[in-house]
């Protein structure tokens, strides 16, 4: 079974700097995808970025990009020129190539974001 | 607005009640899965549905059960409810259940079991 480990519960970042959150994953498939999803207060859950395993290029969406080491399993989410509004829970998702839209989810990191 | 829309947004109910957690999906999704964010066990995925089957199942208990209408709607009913139960059950939707395609998550339904 594939497993999502966040190691980070809490992380602190101040408002403009940056910030990177870990992610690794347990999987014997060599086809997938990974994501990072942010968890407001609202509670929705909301795509940031995704990457998918055979592409060797590291997503960039904006202020976001992830440090994908497929050898290493491990996929982290840097946040540059950090925000008020990026403070959120920040949840790393993996999904096999053949799985639809099954998600499993990293127990999450909470970044709290300093004025 | 993700377009996903889950009724009721909280819900208090009593050990041993059963309740009904209503997904209407994005226009065009087929695809509606359901999951379960609890302290204790994290985001889970507990069942998907493509319509109007089933699909694939997860850590879905047996007091659990889904189904999927022919307008694509989705419910989720839990009989039997503990007060481990307590957690916020989301429904996300998908066109279609290949991996090129997004899934968009609604705003959840908070379940309180008391």
């Known amino acids: 079974a594939q497993t999502v480990t966040q190691s980070q519960p809490e992380m602190s970042v101040q408002e403009a700097e940056t910030v990177t959150l870990s992610c690794t994953y347990d999987?014997?498939?060599?086809?997938?995808?990974l994501f990072w999803y942010k968890q407001p207060p609202s509670r929705q859950m909301i795509l940031v970025i995704r990457?998918?395993?055979?592409?060797?290029q590291n997503a960039t969406e904006n202020r976001f990009s992830v440090n994908f080491q497929k050898a290493a399993k491990s996929f982290s989410l840097k946040i540059s020129d950090s925000q008020l509004g990026d403070a959120a829970m920040y949840f790393c998702?993996?999904?096999?190539?053949?799985?639809?839209?099954?998600?499993?989810f990293g127990g999450g990191t909470r970044l709290m974001v300093k004025p | 607005d993700s377009g996903v829309t889950q009724t009721p947004k909280h819900l208090i109910t009593a050990t041993g009640q059963r309740v009904t957690l209503r997904c209407s999906p994005r226009?065009?999704?087929?695809?509606v899965y359901w999951y379960q964010q609890s302290l204790d066990q994290g985001l889970q995925f507990l069942i998907q549905?493509?319509?109007?089957?089933?699909?694939a199942k997860g850590n879905i208990l047996e007091r659990f059960s889904a189904q999927q209408f022919p307008d694509l709607h989705s419910e989720l009913n839990l009989s039997s409810l503990e007060l481990g139960d307590s957690a916020l059950y989301f429904c996300?939707?998908?066109?279609?259940?290949?991996?090129?395609?997004?899934?968009?998550f609604g705003q959840g339904t908070r379940l309180t079991v008391v």
């Open positions: 996300a939707s998908s066109v279609r259940t290949d991996m090129n395609t997004e899934a968009f």
């Open positions: 999987t014997s498939e060599s086809d997938y995808y």
């Open positions: 990457q998918e395993a055979y592409k060797q």
């Open positions: 998702a993996y999904r096999r190539s053949n799985a639809g839209n099954m998600l499993t």
């Open positions: 226009s065009g999704d087929l695809s």
């Open positions: 549905y493509y319509n109007g089957e089933e699909r």
